[in-house]
T-cell receptor, first 112, second 110 residues
Framework: DVKVTQSSRYLVKRTGEKVFLECVQD?????MFWYRQDPGLGLRLIYF???????EKGDIPEGYSVSREKKERFSLILESASTNQTSMYLC???????????FGPGTRLTVL | DAKTTQPPSMDCAEGRAANLPCNHS???????VYWYRQIHSQGPQYIIH???NNETNEMASLIITEDRKSSTLILPHATLRDTAVYYC???????????FGTGTRLKVLA
């Protein structure tokens, strides 16, 4: 079975802090994704990576950056956390664009 | 905007079949129908997907109407562990983009 893991289930940070969210997949998938999920807004795509060192902006990239130095690892970076970035963050991976996405358990981030 | 419409909530008795409808009247010829579910505080879990033929796997069956404007996800024998939010998504072939709507909150009752 595909396994997508995220570094933390719960995280509390202060406004202005730099925040790193890590995601690792173990199935040699090409594509990796970062979403955030907020009540009433569903899942929204932040960034997408289709290969090592390659990335594309999703629907809401502002305030975020990403890094993919190795195929199995995709990091989401909040350069200067703000309270409106309090959310559930979900990582996903897929073999390629033709296959289904598999999601990690999520990181619930609270920014105070 | 989500391209699918689902009822906000449904109840189902344990052991009975759960039939979850989805309307996707603007679906294009190359768009697949995907179903995911999300159990509270967990990431979405892939269930099944199809293009125009009915599909079945160990979790569920997917029935797509002939005109492809709607589909039904069937959980044949619902258990309490099937209580979750179920999302129906249409996705063009060869693209990565999923658009999640607000889904159907299924409650399986003992």
């Amino acid at each position: 079975d595909v396994k997508v893991t995220q570094s933390s289930r719960y995280l509390v940070k202060r406004t202005g802090e730099k925040v790193f969210l890590e995601c690792v997949q173990d199935m040699d998938h090409e594509n990796m994704f970062w979403y955030r999920q907020d009540p009433g807004l569903g899942l929204r795509l932040i960034y997408f990576s289709y290969d090592v060192k390659m990335k594309e902006k999703g629907d809401i990239p502002e305030g975020y950056s990403v890094s993919r130095e190795k195929k199995e690892r995709f990091s989401l970076i909040l350069e200067s956390a703000s309270t409106n970035q309090t959310s559930m963050y979900l990582c996903a991976s897929s073999l390629d664009s033709y296959n289904e996405q598999f999601f990690g358990p999520g990181t619930r981030l609270t920014v105070l | 905007d989500a391209k699918t419409t689902q009822p906000p909530s449904m109840d189902c008795a344990e052991g009975r079949a759960a039939n979850l409808p989805c309307n996707h009247s603007t679906i294009s010829g190359n768009e697949y129908v995907y179903w995911y579910r999300q159990i509270h505080s967990q990431g979405p879990q892939y269930i099944i997907h199809g293009l125009k033929n009915n599909e079945t796997n160990e979790m569920a069956s997917l029935i797509i109407t002939e005109d492809r404007k709607s589909s039904t996800l069937i959980l044949p024998h619902a258990t309490l562990r099937d209580t979750a939010v179920y999302y129906c998504i249409v996705r063009p072939s060869g693209t990565y983009k999923y658009i999640f709507g607000t889904g159907t909150r299924l409650k399986v009752l003992a």
